[in-house]
């Protein structure tokens, strides 16, 4: 057909690089951190506004938006063979406490602005393309990763665990989606689960997170497989008291034993003897947290995932004894151990990945294949849909921080890619 060759060259690909700046800036302001910082938690009020803000670029995009139960938002560019299921793109806008402005919001600004770019080369759509906004990607508030694409995903585990989860405050998840405009109730979470083919498949843009790309001067990313992340939360009791008067002999000191499970998280990694086996201890809370108080009890979260499932699985297991252990040495209870989720890696399509090569290739820009080593919203789209992800260089791979950045130039190139991709994908 007169589409089967649409190509974009370097020129004809028309990114408006001084929208997409302004773009990340005016994302970047609906934080609960001072900048360059960005804080925004899953159904905050900052979180709504920054809502509303992608709603109004899809519509000026001229797509169809609508959001599911929880939130996730689709804005649709109907294809001419719109009953055909769809090529989607997308990722999330929420942002951990005081971290960067380009994870995540690089993957929803840069495939509306990639919707732009092909509504600018006059291409028509076979197939028909939809940007999917996550309703978050980090575990921040209710300590679960990617809720949106994991339910998306058909995930029964997680519907279950959102009917009790509470955040910080104890405010459950179904007050919080209600406060932030979405009045949902238990039996709702289901309805957004999608079939298997819902989607011909599906395309992330994101920042690697990682040195290599800067390091190498290559441009684009082609990530083949995403590791597998896990995460554990655990709680240890002791008697606490004073801490003059409690002699050490007498002590069963919760604080200790987390700290001692922090090393012990260190030393079952490096004990895997492979560099892709990572482990985490993120957040340790003692209470009552005076300093003339034996903490009485100790919550730690630990993060631990690699590319390799068994591997992975074998340091949680080392963890878990390696808790129970230490608690019966220093006399504390071990009170909670509970694996919050241990997920399966993810592997890209290879047709999918061919396509972006092709893509780079037509627009002159080198590409690497890669690992992610970062999960992200396409870890659950890829069970449910064929999956992609192109990732671009960052500064010094710093991210999870305010250093991070990513120069316009570099999002720019990987726009183009997604644009031509999303292009070919929806003419398959
Ligand atoms: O932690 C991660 O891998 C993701 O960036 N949330
Ligand atoms: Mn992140
Ligand atoms: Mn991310
Ligand atoms: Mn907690």
């Given at each position: 057909s007169l589409h089967s060759h649409f190509t974009l060259s370097p020129s004809t690909a028309s990114v408006d690089i001084e929208g997409l700046r302004r773009q990340i800036e005016e994302l970047a302001s609906f934080s609960d951190a001072p900048g360059p910082a960005v804080t925004r938690v899953l159904y905050s009020d900052k979180d709504v506004l920054a809502r509303r803000y992608i709603k109004s670029l899809m519509v000026q995009a001229g797509l169809l938006v609508r959001e599911d139960a929880i939130g996730n938002i689709y804005g649709r560019w109907d294809g001419s063979?719109?009953?055909?299921p769809p090529v989607a793109s997308g990722s999330h806008i929420d942002a951990i406490p005081y971290s960067g402005k380009y994870d995540g919001v690089i993957g929803v600004l840069g495939a509306i602005e990639a919707i732009n770019v092909l509504k600018r080369s006059g291409f028509q759509p076979k197939r028909s393309l939809e940007v999917i906004m996550f309703t978050s990607e980090e575990p921040t508030r209710f300590g679960i990763s990617c809720i949106g694409s994991r339910l998306l995903a058909g995930s029964e585990e997680l519907a279950d665990a959102l009917k009790q989860v509470v955040d910080g405050?104890?405010?459950s998840f179904f007050e919080a989606a209600r406060s932030a405009g979405y009045p949902i109730h238990q039996e709702d979470l289901s309805s957004v689960f999608l079939k298997?083919?819902?989607?011909h498949s599906f395309v992330e843009l994101h920042i690697e997170q990682g040195p290599i790309l800067e390091e190498e001067g290559i441009p684009i990313g082609i990530v083949t497989a995403i590791a597998a992340p896990a995460s554990i939360s655990v709680d240890f009791e002791g008697n606490g008291g004073h801490a003059g008067a409690v002699l050490m002999p007498a002590r069963n000191d919760a604080g200790l034993a987390a700290a001692e499970l922090a090393l012990a998280v260190e030393k079952h990694v490096l004990e895997s003897g492979c560099i892709d086996t990572v482990g985490t201890v993120g957040v340790i809370e003692l209470h009552?947290?005076?300093?003339n108080s034996i903490p009485s009890k100790a919550h730690i979260e630990i993060d631990t995932r690699d590319i390799d499932e068994q591997r992975r699985n074998a340091v949680i297991n080392k963890i878990r004894l390696s808790a129970i252990r230490i608690a019966e040495n220093r006399g504390v209870t071990l009170s909670k151990f509970k694996i919050v989720n241990q997920d399966p890696p993810a592997l890209s399509s290879s047709s999918i990945t061919a396509t972006m090569q092709d893509a780079a290739r037509q627009l002159n820009l080198h590409s690497k294949p890669m690992i992610s080593r970062a999960y992200h919203d396409s870890l659950f789209m890829a069970r449910i849909s064929p999956m992609g992800m192109i990732f671009i260089p960052c500064y010094k791979g710093y991210s999870h921080k305010p250093e991070e950045f990513a120069s316009v130039e570099e999002i720019t190139n990987g726009v183009k890619v997604l644009a031509l991709t999303l292009a070919k994908l929806s003419l398959e």
């Open positions: 063979e719109a009953d055909l405050q104890n405010i298997k083919e819902s989607y009552p947290g005076a300093i």
